[in-house]
C-alpha cells in the first residue's frame, strides 16, 4: 500500500478494486496488499499528485503499465481500455520471456 496521505481515500473511491483488471482488495487480505496507487498519467508526463490523477491499481497492472500513457485517447473509458491492453500485451511478453528463459534449463 501507497503511503500517500491520501491513499485510504483513493482506494475508498476505487472500491479497493484494481481499476485496470478488478482484483478485488476485499476479497483477502493478500489481495489487499496487492493494492497500489497508480499515476494514471505517468510522472513521465507531469508530476501530478492530485487525487484525480491517482488510482488503485494492483501491483501487477501497476508494474506492466509502466509508464504508458494513450495520450490520443480522446475519452476516459478510452484512456482506461487501451492501457488495459497494454498491460496485457506486456504480461503475454513476460510470459513468453519467462517459457523461453526456463526451456534453457529443461
Ligand atoms: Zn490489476
Partial sequence: MSHHKFAKQIHERD??????????????YINYR????????????EENNSIE???????????FKGH???????TQKDVFNEIRKHIKTQ???????????????I
Avoid at 491517482?54 to 501491483?59: E, K, N
Fill in 34 to 45: 496487492m493494492l497500489t496507487l497508480d499515476h494514471l498519467k505517468p510522472k513521465a508526463y
Fill in 91 to 105: 504480461l503475454s511478453f513476460d510470459f513468453k520471456k519467462y517459457i523461453s528463459d526456463v526451456k534453457k534449463f
Fill in 68 to 74: 504508458f500513457y494513450p495520450e490520443y485517447a480522446k
Fill in 53 to 63: 490523477n491517482l488510482i488503485t491499481a494492483c501491483f501487477i497492472c501497476n508494474q
Fill in 15 to 28: 472500491n479497493y478494486t484494481c481499476v485496470y483488471c478488478n482484483l478485488d482488495g476485499k476479497l483477502s
